[in-house]
């Protein structure tokens, strides 16, 4: 696509409930990542992927949170049993095939835990 | 660990001045650095992208420099306008790794 295509843009959950997160990165783009920003933070590594490689998930803040990738396309970010303190900007970008290429982001979810 | 700061944490100028927004990093082995934009409520917009053999990358009114040996990066912003108004965060890769670290931003309001 033209550009990093994140959906739901907004969701509102109860508490205890799982939620999933897609993005779907700009064609041909190998590396892909998931930040978060909490309200007035910055933003917060998750995990990358990068082609077939086993994925960076030193970021991810407990084992509530996973994400999975096929192959060079969409992600999903899953996160079970919800807290409040998840509620967040979930961000995703995708780069091009290149160590430290250049970082396109998607407007982002934006998740309310109530 | 890589350690991201920019100073200052906010700033407000009357439209026309020109701007210089800083980025520190503490390690200073990394691929390149980038600059961002983002509007309240919005995604992130790259700016200029500074491989690690380059000084600086411009584009527009926006010129970003890059000293790797005292792990500085500088956004210069010239002839600011209103629409310039946004959070300015720049991020580098973590030596060893490509996981992105981000600054805390640089809030700028310009003022018409």
């Known amino acids: 696509g033209a550009g990093v295509s994140q959906s739901p843009s907004n969701k509102v959950t109860e508490k205890g409930k799982d939620v999933e997160l897609r993005c779907d990165p700009i064609s041909g783009h190998t590396a892909l990542y998931w930040y978060r920003q909490r309200l007035g933070q910055g933003l917060e590594f998750l995990i990358y992927f990068q082609g077939n490689s086993a994925p960076d998930k030193s970021g991810l803040p407990s084992d509530r949170f996973s994400a999975e990738r096929t192959g060079e396309s969409v992600s999903t970010l899953t996160i079970q049993r919800t807290q409040q303190e998840d509620s967040a900007v979930y961000l995703c970008?995708?780069?091009?095939?290149?160590?430290?290429?250049?970082?396109?982001f998607g407007e982002g979810s934006r998740l309310t835990v109530l | 660990k890589q350690e991201v700061t920019q100073i200052p944490a906010a700033l407000s100028v009357p439209e026309g001045e020109n701007l210089v927004l800083n980025c520190s990093f503490t390690d200073s082995a990394i691929y390149n650095l980038q600059w961002f934009r983002q509007d309240p409520g919005k995604g992130l917009t790259s700016l200029l992208l500074i491989q690690s053999s380059q000084r600086e990358q411009t584009s527009g009114r926006l010129n970003a420099s890059l000293d790797k040996s005292s792990g500085r990066s500088t956004l210069y912003i010239a002839a600011s306008q209103p629409g310039d108004s946004a959070t300015y965060l720049c991020?580098?890769?973590?030596?060893?790794?490509?996981?992105?670290?981000f600054g805390t931003g640089t809030r700028l309001k310009v003022l018409a």
């Open positions: 970008a995708s780069s091009p095939d290149r160590a430290g290429g250049e970082l396109f």
């Open positions: 991020a580098v890769p973590t030596s060893g790794t490509y996981k992105y670290i």
